[in-house]
């Protein structure tokens, strides 16, 4: 099972870029690396999904290294609202579609 | 279109009952899965459901099962319930394939008393 790790907590000020890595040595062929975002008492968002290389979309761009063991969520210029928890997931079709998310990191925006 | 729903959105039970939870998928979902959140746990894949049969499962015990129905609506049980089972409970919905966006419902939060 390929396992995620992020930091824990991050810092940041309005208007900064943001990047969030996490590392999925084990990370398979099949594999879909999937970042969503969570704010209190409500269920996770969808932010963007990648196979390999780079993806971006209205909201952020995700950076995936050619290895695929690491890959990197980049918020531009966030702003308060975006305080949050952001999990990065590998899911893979075993016949089905099976997630495992990380522990998540949560992202603290400052004034 | 409507987004995922689940029902009750909060629920109190104590040990040793039953708990019955209800997830209804965006309209043309056929695949829904069911999450665990807790604080010490983080977010954990129970099982997910497509087109009425369930096609992966997590590690959890036997107390927890679910279903599907043809309108993809989906139903989560747990049996027995332990103290252990409060958390938030999370249903997601998506087309189906692999790798596809999923959807999440607001959750019901359970508390085990």
Redesign the interface.
């Given at each position: 099972l390929a396992k995620t790790t992020q930091p824990i907590s991050m810092d940041s000020y309005e208007g900064q870029e943001v990047n969030i890595t996490c590392s999925h040595n084990n990370i398979a062929t099949?594999d879909?690396i999937?970042w969503?975002q969570q704010f209190p008492?409500?269920?996770?968002?969808?932010i963007i999904?990648g196979?390999k290389t780079k993806v971006t979309n209205e909201v952020a761009s995700l950076f995936i290294p050619a290895d695929r063991k690491s890959s990197t969520l980049s918020l531009p210029r966030v702003s308060l609202s975006d305080t949050a928890v952001y999990?990065c997931l590998v899911?893979?079709?075993?016949?089905?579609?099976?997630?495992?998310?990380?522990?998540?990191t949560r992202l603290f925006v400052k004034a | 279109k409507a987004g995922?729903t689940q029902t009750p959105r909060y629920l109190i039970k104590t040990r040793g009952q039953q708990v019955t939870l209800s997830c209804s998928p965006i309209s043309g979902h056929r695949?829904v899965?069911w999450?665990q959140q807790t604080p010490g746990q983080?977010?954990?894949?129970l099982f997910?459901y497509?087109s009425e049969t369930q096609?992966?499962k997590?590690n959890f015990p036997g107390r927890f099962s679910g279903r599907q129905f043809s309108n993809s609506r989906s139903e989560m049980n747990v049996s027995t319930l332990e103290l252990g089972d409060s958390a938030?409970y999370?249903c997601?919905s998506?087309l189906?394939?692999?790798?596809?966006?999923?959807?999440?419902?607001?959750?019901t939060r359970l508390t085990v008393t």
């Open positions: 099949n879909y999937t969503y008492s409500q269920g996770p968002r969808f999904q196979y999990y899911g893979w079709n075993t016949g089905g579609f099976k997630t495992i998310f990380g522990a998540g | 995922v695949s899965s999450y983080g977010l954990q894949f997910e497509f096609r992966n997590g938030l999370l997601a998506s189906g394939g692999a790798g596809d966006e999923q959807y999440f419902g607001p959750g």
